[in-house]
Structure formats: C-alpha cells, structure tokens
C-alpha cells in the first residue's frame, strides 16, 4: 500500500454505455477489493479520483461525454476566474464544468487511504484531442493554469503537447492550424494511462483477470514500458505504463 495522497489532482469522470460492467472491469484493472460503484463517490487512485457514470461518448455532443475536473482548493473564486478569462460554465454535481468543453473544477477535499492495494498507484497521465495547438495552449495553459512543458511535432500537421498539474501529465494531440470554427468536440478527452510500478506483474495480474491485452512494448518516454488494455467495457482507450 502507497502512503494516502490526501488531495486528488483531478476527478475523471468516464461516461460509460453500462457502467456496472465498467465497474468491473475496473475492478480487475486496478487491483481494487471491490468494484467502484457508479451509484456512489468515486475511488480513489494516489493523484486521481475515478467515477463512472452512465452515458455514451458521441461526436459533437460534449455533455455526454468524459468529464476531468482539475481540483482548487475554493472553488467559488476560480469558477469567477474562469469567466472572466472567456471560458463559460455551468454548475454540476461536482462543482463547474465547461459548457460546450467537458473540463471543469471541483474542490480539493481530503481523502482516506488509496483503494488499491497492488501494482497499479495512479494516473501516469490524462491524453486529449484538440482540433487546434494555440486553441490547446490557450485553454489548458491560460484558461486552467497548467504547468506548460512541451510542444512537438508528431506528423503533419500534428503536434503533442504536454502540461503538468501536479504529478499528473496532460498530453494533448492538435493539428497545428484549423480553418474550422471550434465545435462542442474541439476539445475531448481521448483515453488514461495508469501508472505502475511493476509492468510485467501488472500485465501478468490483468491477463490471469481475463481482460484482453497487447504485448509490453518501450514506451516513448526514455525510460518506461507500456501495453495497451483492449477493453470496450473500460470506456476509454486504456494503457499501463511503467518503468523499465
């Protein structure tokens, strides 16, 4: 058992087509005594705090889908911040949340002990897409404040951008430059990345679960491996990443 994180980074909240088949295999993913219910709190990972919810991740409808909520520590000053600096909200359940963006704020609240008790210790990082680099920075670095870190390109017309909140990355994948108008899925959350301390014992752990994996492969970061879990029921691209 890692030492209790007391104030989660960010709450990500996956819609999901049945979310008590989410549960479960979330349950096996991440070690957990028991499976997160979607009818109560979500569970807490070191730096992240999991919920699930029902709902279905459609193009062009941003209320339906993914939902991150970045902590503060009071919420009602920084929701008159965001407004004034051009991002509109609406109330939630949680706290703000854009009205056409699904990135929102909630209050840093002390919690007890992670729920895991294995291998897997936290989100390594969050990967979004963006249809625009400046439209990213500007939203991401001015909007919410992220630690900006790194932008390089990865194809044509592509580039992969980096912020840091905390100890948890936020990657985001944007084309360089778009005609279009921004729509109400310019701005999406794509998938996870857990973070483990021990890849092979977790990819042993999850394939003795049942759950549908790729082989261990280098990740792009010096210094890490990675595999793909390839389950619909999860919600969201998936990946584990670890040291070598």
């Known amino acids: 058992m890692i030492p209790p994180n007391p104030f989660p980074t960010a709450i990500v909240e996956l819609a999901c087509a049945d979310p008590a088949l989410a549960a479960r295999a979330h349950e096996i993913l991440l070690g957990l005594s028991g499976a ?3 009818d109560s709190p979500g569970v807490v990972l070191g730096n ?12 062009g409808d941003a209320d339906a889908g993914h939902r991150v ?7 009602a000053p920084m929701h008159r911040l965001l407004t004034r600096r051009g991002f509109p909200v609406v109330e939630s359940p949680l706290g703000v949340i854009g009205e056409t963006t699904p990135l929102g704020i909630t209050a ?4 007890g002990e992670s729920a895991h008790a294995v291998d897997v210790t936290g989100m390594d990082h969050l990967v979004f897409n963006c249809d625009n680099r400046d439209r990213a920075v500007a939203l991401f ?3 919410f404040g992220l630690d900006f870190r790194l932008d390089q390109p ?7 951008l980096f912020f840091r909140a905390g100890d948890l990355i936020v990657e985001v994948v944007t084309a360089v430059t778009s005609t ?11 998938g996870v990345a857990w973070r483990s301390t021990d890849v092979e014992a977790t990819h042993a752990r999850l394939r003795s679960g049942g759950l549908d994996l790729s082989e261990i492969r280098t990740g792009r970061k010096k210094g890490t491996r990675i595999f793909t879990v390839r389950e619909r029921a999860l919600g969201t691209r998936t990946v584990i990443i670890g040291p070598v």
Not at 154 to 160: K, L, T, V, W, Y
Not at 180 to 190: K, N, Q
């Open 141 to 143: 670095g001015g909007v």
């Open 69 to 75: 909520y970045f902590t503060v520590d009071d919420v």
């Open 48 to 59: 992240t705090e999991l919920r699930l919810r029902q709902g279905l991740v459609e193009e």
């Open 36 to 38: 997160p219910d979607p």
């Open 108 to 111: 840093r609240e002390a919690v």
């Open 180 to 190: 279009e108008p921004p729509t109400t899925a310019a701005t999406s959350l794509w």
């Open 154 to 160: 990865i194809g044509d017309n592509a580039r992969q």
